[in-house]
């Protein structure tokens, strides 16, 4: 089965190839080499695997990496910190069902996304998720090499659990926020894939 692929990755590959190949006919196949790694890389890089969707009362990952934090945040609240390494899947997906109540896009700084304090200074879209009696914010946060984040719904729109919902471009970082309704399942040091491992159960729910 051919390997899905983000159309923005495609292009990008496609136009180091094509350096690559004007390359090697002005300067030969030494100056072309490194471009035509750069656009496997790419393709590499903007992969999109289908995923299968657990059942149940539960959240998903947003994103492929590897959790970095577990903290309180605020009242009731418990913030999950996923880091992305530029090798890691960057399609993003929703971690719950439901109707998206607001998206808020915040301008700041590029820290290296594997710092704590990036989940509030760095560049990130904020959006907030509710359903089934309960609402679910989680973020996608800039990093130092990631300047680029897309998201692909609006305010308003239904999305699945593990619905795709955007992409950050290279090294990134996302946070996901939940209430006391949930009960986090994955562990600090743990490495979840995006719509697929379960990070998180609802408390308040038969089978949970």
């Known amino acids: 089965m051919l390997l899905k692929i983000v159309s ?64 309180p945040e605020g009242p009731g609240l418990t913030r999950l910190t996923i880091f992305l390494s530029v090798f890691d899947v960057h399609v993003n997906r929703a971690p719950v069902a439901g109707r998206i109540q607001s998206v808020e896009y915040k301008y700041g700084r590029f820290l290296p996304a594997n710092k704590e304090e990036c989940s509030e200074q760095n560049e990130q879209n904020v959006v907030t998720v509710s359903g089934d009696g309960s609402t679910v914010v989680f973020k996608q946060i800039a990093g130092l090499i990631a300047r680029r984040i897309v998201f692909t719904k609006r305010v308003g729109d239904k999305v699945a659990i593990g619905e795709r919902v955007g ?13 006391p309704e949930w009960e986090i399942v994955a562990k600090v040091g743990e ?11 609802r408390r308040d729910r038969d089978g949970a």
């Open 8 to 71: 923005t990755g495609i292009y990008y590959a496609a136009a180091l190839a094509a350096a690559g190949a004007l390359m090697y006919w002005v300067a030969g196949p030494l100056f072309a080499v490194p471009l035509w790694l750069l656009a496997l890389l790419c393709l590499y890089f903007f992969r999109d695997p289908d995923r299968e969707i657990p059942p149940g009362p539960v959240a998903v990952s947003p994103a492929d990496g590897k959790v970095v934090a577990i903290k």
């Open 191 to 201: 490495h979840v894939a995006g719509g697929s491992s379960v990070i998180a159960r």
């Open 167 to 179: 992409l950050i471009k290279f090294g990134s970082r996302t946070d996901v926020m939940f209430g």
